[in-house]
């Protein structure tokens, strides 16, 4: 079991930042990738980004490519996802998720939120015009 408790959320106006953070307890060491999702009202909830957890490397969604950015800070089992230059759009619950399903590299697939095995409770961003 992974437990990932998120943090960080708020009412922000267009054009600022927010961090998240995620922290991760439990069985942390069986964690092959972390990733962020979003759902705003009435959507379906999508990707944003995602870190593989032994190297660092990271994947966007295009839609937060140069605004967001992911990163994990290993010795605290901690993920987090700055958010900059935020627009109304990026309005929505974002969601924390542990992968822990074995494979060798990383995956597209890791995009899916199908392939996470742990989701947090969600945190609510809401960006003003």
């Known amino acids: 079991q992974v437990q990932l408790v998120e943090s960080g959320g708020g009412l922000v106006q267009a054009g600022g930042s927010l961090r998240l953070s995620c922290a991760a307890s439990g069985r942390t060491f069986s964690t092959y990738a972390m990733g962020w999702f979003r759902q705003a009202p009435g959507k379906e909830r999508e990707f944003v980004a995602t870190?593989?957890?032994?190297?660092?490397?990271?994947y966007y969604a295009d839609a937060v490519k140069g605004r967001f950015t992911i990163s994990r800070e290993y010795s605290k089992n901690t993920v987090y996802l700055q958010m900059n230059s935020l627009k109304p759009e990026d309005t929505a619950v974002y969601y924390c998720a542990a992968d822990t399903t074995w494979r060798p590299n990383y995956s597209d697939s890791l995009k899916n939120l199908n392939e996470y095995d742990y989701w947090g409770q969600g945190t609510q961003v809401t960006v003003s015009s």
């Open positions: 870190i593989w957890w032994s190297t660092g490397l990271t």
